[in-house]
């Protein structure tokens, strides 16, 4: 075996070019050589298998000299535990044989227990009560994955989507599931923010090395919003080497944040781009079906006889986020407890009128047809054509209807937007619909909904 390693790096460097040297072989340190084998090491479990697929060949070659038959190089990662700053140690581990040895070790003490780090969690935010739809089923099967796993599936678990749609909650539930599956694993969850706030006392005690100790003992650590470390690089740095050392032990890292890991401003690259490396998740907004369901089933959790005029309504107004769904659901029912009274279509506008307003814009033409098309399930052309049917004509005669009740717009105009009618065709189609009202109290329940639905 050769010992001049750093000829032989030069030498990689010439065969391999500058940019893979400095990505993955300049790493490399030589840990110990004998006279039939070699270790190697690198910084990560990832650099390990990069380097192992597409390096171990020509290095082994060149520190036999060509001359071994079997291979004599062992790679390995550099034990995670060393600090970026600690003097180098000579701890190398073994690799591969991590996860389930490290849990059976004993670890060594930390300063305080996880669950003097870890935020509470909530009771409600178990698998059992997630809602699942089109927009959240990708999030949550990869959830329920990593909490029924055996062995880590990917790593790290990313979760982004916007406020309120149920990130926090998906990240609670694993928790849950975990701890009550095996008590003994050790589950960490905290907001960035309490990360930061952690870090900056760790260092203003001087007892930097209590920190770490106490994040990298984990089995499972959950950092919840880490855009909120934006532009902090300190903590930035700190998160880094934390999550390196974690997912090198091969123990789940689970994040969560407003955007995906290449949106995350303020990030440095290396951690965005590592931060990528495990399975991304995305949560979009919810479509109504999904608010409905979240609402029947908070009704029903909450006890209590909510009209299901009522929760379509609100599936239908407050289409922001889950949060502000549930925050309006709990003031209807509980102004309705209060007062002693049904909760009814009308009390429930009295009461999130505020809401309601906030969440108004000005409702256009184009809105009206589109609600309507939908509403009547008919298609938004009909609201266009030439057709004469009952079946489409009557739905276009109702959004002509609300097309003059909740718009300045002339009845020329709207004649216009329903593909060029006469005005006359608008009037009439306007007091046919009054008539209806008058005589048939579902049909009037219906336009009224509507109404309601656009109303600005
Ligand atoms: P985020 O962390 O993404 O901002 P949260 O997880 O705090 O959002 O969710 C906000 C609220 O909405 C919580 O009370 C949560 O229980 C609820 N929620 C979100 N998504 C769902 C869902 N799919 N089913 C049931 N409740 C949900
Ligand atoms: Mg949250």
Do not use: C
């Not at 209590?210 to 998160?239: H, N, P, Y």
């Amino acid at each position: 075996m050769r010992t001049d390693w750093q000829s032989i790096k030069e030498r990689l460097r010439a065969e391999f070019g500058d940019a893979a040297y400095k990505s993955w072989l300049a790493p490399i340190e030589l840990d110990s050589v004998s006279a039939t084998r070699a270790v190697i090491s690198v910084p990560t479990r990832f650099m390990r298998d990069w380097v192992q697929r597409h390096y171990l060949d020509r290095i082994s070659q060149m520190l036999t000299d060509g001359a071994a038959a079997a291979p004599a190089v062992e790679i390995v990662v550099r034990s995670a535990i060393r600090a970026p700053d600690a003097a180098k140690a000579a701890n190398v581990e073994a690799v591969g044989t991590l996860s389930a040895a490290a849990r059976a070790r004993p670890r060594p003490a930390a300063p305080r227990s996880h669950e003097d780090i870890s935020a509470p969690l909530d009771p409600r935010f178990v698998f059992d009560n997630f809602i699942v739809g089109k927009s959240n089923e990708f999030a949550y099967a990869a959830a329920r994955r990593v909490a029924e796993a055996q062995t880590v599936p990917f790593n790290p678990l990313f979760l982004y989507g916007g406020v309120g749609l149920g990130k926090t909650h998906l990240m609670h539930a694993i928790a849950w599931h975990i701890r009550k599956a095996d008590p003994n694993r050790r589950v960490i969850y905290l907001s960035a923010e309490k990360f930061m706030y952690q870090f900056i006392r760790a260092l203003r005690f001087q007892d930097t090395m209590a920190f770490k100790e106490q994040f990298r003992s984990v089995d499972v650590l959950m950092i919840d919003d880490v855009q909120f470390i934006s532009g902090r690089e300190t903590t930035q740095e700190e998160f880094f080497h934390t999550f390196n050392a974690l997912v090198d032990q091969n123990r789940q890292v689970i994040i969560s944040a407003d955007k995906s890991p290449s949106d995350l401003e303020g990030m440095e690259e290396r951690l965005r781009s590592r931060l990528g490396w495990g399975l991304v998740a995305d949560i979009h907004q919810t479509d109504y079906e999904l608010r409905l369901s979240i609402l029947q089933s908070k009704a029903e959790k909450l006890g209590s006889q909510v009209p299901s005029k009522v929760l379509e309504f609100l599936a239908h107004k407050i289409t922001s986020n889950v949060r502000e769904l549930e925050g309006a659901l709990n003031r209807v029912v509980a102004h309705a407890t209060l007062v002693g009274r049904d909760i009814s279509l009308e009390a429930t506008q009295d009461v999130l009128h505020d809401l309601l307003r906030a969440h108004d814009r000005r409702v256009t033409i184009e809105e009206i047809q589109k609600r309507v098309a939908e509403h009547f399930n008919v298609r938004v052309a009909d609201m266009h054509s030439a057709r004469r049917a009952r079946a489409v004509a009557r739905p276009r005669q109702v959004a002509m209807y609300l097309a003059k009740q909740l718009t300045s717009r002339s009845l020329p105009e709207i004649g216009r937007k329903f593909g060029g009618r006469d005005h006359t065709t608008v009037m009439h189609a306007v007091r046919k619909i009054e008539e209806l009202r008058a005589t048939d109290t579902s049909f009037s329940e219906d336009v009224e909904l509507l109404r309601r639905m656009l109303e600005t």
